[in-house]
């Protein structure tokens, strides 16, 4: 006899047998749930938009759109400077303090840095909370182009697979192109040469070695801190730039 849900409904029993087996096994159906849905997340990642910036530059990142969304939600006007500069008028001392600062390895690894990744993972583990990051250039770069700013474990995902795709398909210094024109260095400055016009006035191919070095040293928390300000913080990161610069021969 067929068991029903309403009077009138019988339930198949391949169907019922179904449900029983959904009711008994209730971790492993939503584990695979979990990882259906983990594989159409994975499904639809750009991809194809990675292609495309081998010859075309982003118009927008999913950076920009996020904190257009959020001055909207806040009742603000979005302004966006930025201004688009190939890599080559882009002064070395420049390049040079961002690669210290942000990546050291940027040249040598691909698209992860494991051994700051352990150091990071020691740190934040013996501090008991996230106080050290280990994103290289180009995971940085992804997120900035793709992602959003949450630290879930699926977006970590998504980063981790996007880094990879992009260090196959483009050239490192396509990436570090696309990295110097798109991070953010302030509220709606975008871009090595709107920030140096923003911040000291002048194009980024004039900009000294000492206001290369305080730009790189705010790519961390660009809100918070300007390169020309009077932050103790900044100035010690970028004496500390320098110096390494210096000790590697830059």
């Known amino acids: 006899m067929l068991t029903t849900d309403l009077p009138g409904e019988p339930v198949p029993p391949r169907m019922q047998r179904i449900r029983n087996w959904l009711l ?18 994975v499904l639809f990642l750009p991809f194809g938009e990675i292609s495309r910036l081998k010859s075309a530059n982003p118009t927008e990142t999913a950076f920009m759109r996020h904190h257009r969304e959020r001055a909207s939600e806040e009742g603000k006007r ?47 583990l013996k501090d008991g909370k996230f106080t050290r990051g280990a994103s290289t250039i180009t995971q940085q770069l992804v997120k900035n182009l793709f992602l959003s700013p949450s630290k879930n474990p699926l977006r970590k995902l998504k980063e981790w697979i996007l880094t990879w795709r992009m260090e196959q398909v483009l050239s490192k210094s396509r990436i570090l192109e696309l990295y110097m024109n798109v991070i953010e260095w302030g509220d709606g400055i975008y871009g090595a040469d709107a920030a140096s016009q923003h911040y000291f006035g002048i194009p980024s191919a004039l900009i000294s070695r000492t206001e290369a070095a305080h730009l790189a040293a705010i790519i961390p928390n660009p809100r918070r801190y300007r390169p020309d300000g009077t932050s103790r913080y900044i100035t010690r990161r970028a004496e500390l730039i320098l110096r390494r610069m210096s000790a590697r021969g830059l």
């Open 24 to 41: 008994h096994n209730k971790i492993k159906s939503l584990f695979g749930v979990l990882l259906l849905w983990m594989f159409f997340e």
């Open 78 to 124: 979005f302004v966006k400077r930025q201004r688009w500069i190939p890599l080559s008028r882009i002064p070395k001392h420049l390049i040079d303090a961002v690669l210290v600062s942000e990546d050291g390895t940027f040249w040598f690894h691909e698209g992860f840095d494991w051994f700051e990744f352990r150091e990071s993972f020691e740190r934040n």
